[in-house]
């Protein structure tokens, strides 16, 4: 199946920083790429729909002044966490639509996630 | 409102049984339904999936039955293992071809399985 990377998969910081998550598409492109975020022992929260060269739709609930979205290329979404607090600890997973011509279904691929933890 | 009710919450097998996860859904708009593991500390991987028009389809010891009249579908696994043991969510999709798109998951379940 089709691969999907984030960077980096840990990350610590302080109360009051940005942190940028990246999430790419290695070996398709991708015009639409999702950004979910997981408590422990929850479902995954869906928060916002990037999409290639537009601004991202966010899910209702969901700042968008907080959690800075930019898909600036096919293969490439960002995340940015601004002016993290403990609250933003979460598990933050990307996903990437794979559209297939021919087929009418798009698969839907997985990164492996970032652990984000402020102290 | 939840689209996807999926049932159990947590399951524990012993090795060699079946394994069982159900899930339900209000929307008849809905087009593919996946299954998806996913192990702790790690992302989601697409393990399964049925299209509405087909009511059953296996690979290896997975299993999806499909109800469409009662808008029911069904995870099973055979000959369960100890490395199956992790969280699977089910989901419901709609949007095919280039028009809008959703995916909708279920609570999830965690499964133990034990030797």
């Known amino acids: 199946g089709a691969v999907v990377s984030q960077h980096p998969s840990r990350v610590i910081c302080k109360s009051g920083t940005s942190v940028k998550i990246e999430c790419r598409s290695l070996?398709?492109?991708?015009?639409?790429m999702f950004w979910y975020r997981q408590f422990p022992k929850k479902s995954l929260m869906l928060m916002a729909t990037?999409?290639?060269?537009?601004?991202?739709?966010?899910e209702q609930g969901v700042e968008k002044d907080k959690f800075l979205i930019n898909h600036a290329s096919l293969t490439l979404s960002t995340l940015t966490v601004t002016s993290a607090h403990p609250e933003d600890s979460s598990f933050y997973i990307c996903?990437?639509?794979?559209?297939?011509?021919?087929?009418?279904?798009?698969?839907?691929?997985f990164g492996p996630g970032t652990r984000l933890t402020v102290l | 409102q939840q689209q996807v009710k999926q049932s159990p919450q947590s399951l524990i097998v012993q090795k060699g049984g079946i394994s069982i996860i159900n899930c339900a859904y209000e929307?008849?708009?809905?087009?593919?339904f996946p299954w998806y593991q996913q192990f702790p500390g790690k992302g989601p991987a697409l393990l399964i999936a049925?299209?509405?028009d087909v009511s059953e389809k296996k690979e290896g010891r997975f299993t999806i039955s499909f109800n469409k009249s009662a808008k029911q579908f069904s995870l099973h696994i055979m000959d369960s293992q100890p490395g199956d043991s992790a969280t699977y969510f089910c989901?419901?999709?709609w949007g095919s071809g280039a028009g809008s798109y959703q995916l909708t998951f279920g609570k999830g379940t965690k499964l133990s399985v034990i030797p």
């Open positions: 996903s990437a639509l794979l559209r297939t011509s021919g087929s009418s279904y798009n698969e839907q691929f």
């Open positions: 070996d398709f492109q991708a015009t639409t």
């Open positions: 990037s999409n290639e060269g537009s601004k991202a739709t966010y």
């Open positions: 929307n008849t708009a809905f087009d593919y």
């Open positions: 049925i299209r509405p």
């Open positions: 989901a419901a999709i």
